[in-house]
């Protein structure tokens, strides 16, 4: 058990919650380390903060400190600004490898 102190539906339901949070965590470090690509690798990054986000909440829930909503809005504020520029960085990324692709033709067209 995770939270140990506590009876009733919230402290199993709570306990519940946060061993499947945590299983979701470990298959997305799993996508992490294993994605074959970079989008796969920002995608399970997303979903490991957003479930880090979830697992604050549930501690929220189970300890009955409302303080910790603070953190949790905080993280999922900072998960957002790093999904967007991760995904700007792929566009550059793509950008870039595609202009290095029309380099040498666009040259052998200039020098005929």
Sequence with gaps: MIFTSGDGPIFWAANIAMLLLLLAMLLGFVRLVRGPSLGD??????????????????????????AYLDVGIGLALVAFLATVAFA????????????????PARDSEKST
């Design 88 to 103: 700007w960085y792929a566009e550059k990324r793509v950008e870039a490898k595609r202009e290095d692709a029309d380099r």
């Design 41 to 66: 690798r920002v995608v399970a990054l997303d979903m490991i903060t957003m479930l880090t986000v979830a697992v604050v909440g549930v501690f929220t829930v189970a300890s009955g400190q409302k």
